[in-house]
């Protein structure tokens, strides 16, 4: 295995503080989740990466595919208290494919889903459903 790419971010005050990244390209005033937060949420910047990172995967299985069409994903990041105490999240990848019938959508959102880091990173971890709309 071969690293092609590392990055880091610095958090001070955990979910009421902010995020940084060290060479000061992104900081971020972190709120706890909430209607009417000033910041963002660790949820949010969860969703941002993967809807970014699977769609990336969806483009690169498209252009596999032969195909010159456009995409997009939604990434809703749930987070959930566990009856014996604690959290966790649960994610749905809202995905769409313009002018493919609906079962190639969805071939190319599970085949998304088999080439995306973030999708190997979390499977077997937390639940994970892919839906084609």
Do not use: W
């Amino acid at each position: 295995m071969k690293k092609l790419y590392e990055t880091a971010m610095i958090n001070h005050g955990g979910r009421e503080g902010e995020v940084a990244a060290p060479n000061g390209s992104m900081q971020m005033k972190i709120t706890p989740p909430g209607i009417h937060a000033e910041g963002t949420n660790p949820e949010q910047l969860f969703a941002a990466g993967y809807a970014s990172c699977f769609n990336g995967a969806l483009q690169h299985m498209i252009k596999e595919a032969n195909l010159s069409v456009d995409s997009t994903v939604k990434a809703r990041v749930s987070l959930y208290t566990l009856d014996e105490g604690g959290y966790k999240i649960g994610v749905v990848l809202e995905v769409h494919v313009d002018d493919v019938s609906e079962e190639q959508a969805k071939q190319l959102a599970e085949d998304a889903h088999d080439y995306c880091p973030y999708s190997k990173a979390t499977r077997g971890n937390i639940d994970v459903e892919v839906v084609t709309v």
